[in-house]
C-alpha cells in the first residue's frame, strides 16, 4: 500500500470513528432519565401563586440548564415560585449538596433553594432523575411532572418549557415531558 492510500485509509478511519463518538454522545445527551410513580397528587397551596419545584442531584453538571430553564420561566412569570431542592443520599453529611450547582441555584432572584434530605421529597413527587420539575397550580394541584430541559445539559425551548408556560398562561397544557440527566438515587449512573 503506498503513502498516499495509507493517509486516506487512516483518514477515514479517524472520520468514521470520530463520527461515532459524537453520535454517542448526541444519544446519551437526546436519552430521556427515569421517572417514578408520584405518592402525592398534590403540593402545599400557595393561595395565588403557581410553584415549579426543580429536584437536583448536587454533582450532576446538567442542573445548571434547569437552572437557566427556571430563570427564563421566572423572567416570562414573574408570579411564579420556584423551588430547587438538592436531593442527597442517605448519610450524606450537612453541606454535602452545597458546590457550584448550589451556588447557581441560589442566583436565581426569588427562588428559595434547598436540601432534599435523604430524598424524601423527590421520591413523594417521583423524581428519579435531576432536573425533574413538578409544576402545582395555586391550590396545590399538581399539573406537570417532567424535565425543563430540550436534552442533557442544554437549553432552549423545548417541551417543558412549552408545557408550563402553557399552564402559567392559560391554566392547560401537557401533563408530562422528559427529563434529561444524572439519576438522583444510583451511585453508578
Same mark, same amino acid.
Given at each position: 500500500? #503506498?503513502?498516499?492510500?495509507?493517509? *486516506?485509509?487512516?483518514?477515514?478511519?479517524?472520520?468514521?470513528?470520530?463520527?461515532?463518538?459524537?453520535?454517542? *454522545?448526541?444519544?446519551? $445527551?437526546?436519552? +430521556?432519565?427515569? &421517572? #417514578?410513580?408520584?405518592?402525592? !397528587?398534590?403540593?402545599? +397551596? %400557595?393561595?395565588?401563586? *403557581?410553584?415549579?419545584?426543580? =429536584?437536583?442531584?448536587?454533582?450532576?453538571?446538567?442542573? @445548571?440548564?434547569?437552572?437557566?430553564?427556571?430563570?427564563?420561566?421566572?423572567?416570562? !412569570?414573574?408570579?411564579?415560585?420556584? @423551588?430547587?431542592? =438538592?436531593?442527597?443520599?442517605?448519610?450524606?453529611? $450537612?453541606?454535602?449538596?452545597?458546590? !457550584?450547582?448550589?451556588?447557581?441555584?441560589?442566583?436565581?432572584?426569588?427562588?428559595?433553594?434547598?436540601?432534599?434530605?435523604?430524598?424524601?421529597?423527590?421520591?413523594?413527587?417521583?423524581?428519579? &432523575?435531576?432536573?425533574?420539575?413538578? %409544576? !402545582? $397550580?395555586?391550590? #396545590?394541584?399538581?399539573?406537570? @411532572?417532567?424535565?425543563?430541559?430540550?436534552?442533557?445539559?442544554?437549553?432552549?425551548? #423545548?417541551?417543558?418549557?412549552?408545557?408550563?408556560?402553557? *399552564?402559567?398562561?392559560?391554566?392547560?397544557?401537557?401533563? &408530562?415531558?422528559?427529563?434529561?440527566?444524572?439519576? %438522583?438515587?444510583?451511585?453508578?449512573?
Amino acid at each position: 500500500m #503506498g503513502r498516499e492510500a495509507t493517509i *486516506w485509509a487512516g483518514t477515514v478511519v479517524w472520520l468514521a470513528l470520530a463520527l461515532g463518538g459524537f453520535w454517542l *454522545w448526541e444519544r446519551h $445527551d437526546a436519552t +430521556p432519565g427515569a &421517572t #417514578g410513580t408520584p405518592a402525592a !397528587a398534590a403540593d402545599e +397551596p %400557595l393561595g395565588d401563586r *403557581w410553584r415549579l419545584t426543580v =429536584f437536583v442531584h448536587p454533582r450532576c453538571p446538567c442542573g @445548571r440548564a434547569s437552572f437557566e430553564e427556571a430563570a427564563e420561566l421566572m423572567r416570562a !412569570a414573574p408570579e411564579l415560585s420556584v @423551588r430547587v431542592l =438538592f436531593v442527597c443520599p442517605p448519610g450524606a453529611p $450537612d453541606g454535602w449538596e452545597r458546590g !457550584a450547582g448550589w451556588d447557581a441555584a441560589t442566583r436565581l432572584a426569588g427562588a428559595e433553594v434547598a436540601r432534599d434530605a435523604d430524598g424524601a421529597q423527590a421520591r413523594r413527587f417521583g423524581a428519579e &432523575t435531576s432536573g425533574f420539575a413538578v %409544576l !402545582a $397550580d395555586p391550590n #396545590g394541584r399538581v399539573v406537570f @411532572r417532567g424535565g425543563l430541559t430540550p436534552a442533557r445539559g442544554r437549553t432552549g425551548e #423545548g417541551r417543558g418549557r412549552r408545557a408550563v408556560l402553557a *399552564w402559567l398562561s392559560s391554566g392547560s397544557g401537557e401533563g &408530562t415531558a422528559p427529563v434529561f440527566g444524572c439519576s %438522583l438515587f444510583d451511585p453508578d449512573e
